[in-house]
């Protein structure tokens, strides 16, 4: 019998969460930017040892607020607590445990039993670490182990971190054929890579404002598909951001897209982009239902 978990990953927005799960997959799993709130759904990411297999849940990052976006994004990561086994609460040593940090680690105290702490960015010229462990030990005392620590950009501490989680994996049938990495269909993964490419490009509200919408695809003779995508924002003039200078900004963002799809399928994807303007996506139960899940 072989060990199998599902592990979630939570923490604040930005504390690394995606940079964590495709530096664990050695494949751009999930789409990571510095803006908080990059990630909107419970992406997998699967890796297999000689032990057995781990399917990794990476969450929207936990953040305090009552608007309806992110009280649904706040459902999807309590979702992905209760479907896990296994629970890596990733704290940020970069940034000081405030209000939020304890919120969360209320919020995840009855997993207690199930939580692996890691502290990320210990790399960064700012962390402090010590503080970090100190918080754990302080609000979540009924965690086992030491907290680990990693840095996902640097691919630091991720043996021990995932040595750690097989040791706890209970024994079960492997979810996934061995070759996975991921389990997402290949239209939500474009859509994602767009999102990043226009999620770097902008700033402020931008990132927030816009979601990708799938049109249309077909199969081209040369085997390549050409797939054409709607990048929807809540202004006229967040339009304008998108489109630039004489459209120069969607085809950076374009061809960025393109360059990383290169990477990830193996057929080359062409896309065609648009922009369209909705005002109250936010407010749109159904539209949310279908993005947020
Ligand atoms: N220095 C350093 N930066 C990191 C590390 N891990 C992530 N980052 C950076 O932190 C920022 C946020 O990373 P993400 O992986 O998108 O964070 P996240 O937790 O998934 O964020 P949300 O999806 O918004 O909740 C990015 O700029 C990353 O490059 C690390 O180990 N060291
Ligand atoms: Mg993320």
């Known amino acids: 019998m072989s060990k199998s978990a599902f592990v979630a990953i939570v923490g ?10 495709n530096a664990l997959c050695g494949a751009k799993v999930s789409i990571v930017s510095p803006v908080p709130q990059t990630t909107r759904n419970t992406v997998k990411g699967i890796i297999n040892r000689k032990e057995g297999q781990l399917v990794f849940l990476d969450t ?25 086994d296994l629970i890596i ?43 970090a462990e100190a918080f754990v030990k302080e609000q979540l005392p009924a965690i086992s182990g030491t907290t680990i620590r990693i840095s996902a950009r640097e691919q630091q501490g991720l043996d021990e971190l995932v040595e750690t989680l097989l040791e706890r994996a209970p024994e079960g049938p492997l979810w996934y054929p061995e070759e996975y990495y ?19 490009h902008t700033r402020e509200e931008l990132p927030h404002a816009l979601y990708i919408d799938y049109q249309d695809s077909r199969k081209l003779n ?43 399928f193996d057929y080359p994807v062409r896309l065609r982009l648009q922009v369209r303007v909705d005002p109250s996506w936010k407010h749109d139960d159904k539209r949310l239902d279908s993005l947020i899940y």
Do not use: C
């Open 222 to 264: 040369d085997g390549s598909l050409e797939a054409q995508f709607d990048i929807v924002v809540e202004r006229d003039s967040q339009k304008g951001i998108i489109i630039g200078k004489g459209g120069s900004m969607i085809r950076k963002i374009r061809e960025e897209a393109e360059a990383d799809l290169a990477e990830i």
């Open 60 to 84: 929207p990052g936990f953040h305090i607020s009552e608007k309806k976006l992110n009280l649904k994004l706040k459902t999807v990561a309590v979702n992905a607590l209760n479907d896990a």
């Open 12 to 21: 604040r927005p930005s504390a690394g969460k995606s940079t964590l799960l």
């Open 89 to 131: 609460y990733l704290i940020d040593a970069t940034r000081e445990p405030g209000s939020e940090e304890e919120q969360l680690a209320a919020a995840i105290k009855p997993f207690s039993a199930r939580i692996v702490a890691a502290v990320n960015k210990i790399d960064h010229k700012d962390a402090d670490a010590d503080r």
């Open 182 to 200: 991921t389990d997402q269909d290949p239209v939500f993964r474009i859509a994602e890579i767009i999102r990043e490419k226009a999620i770097l």
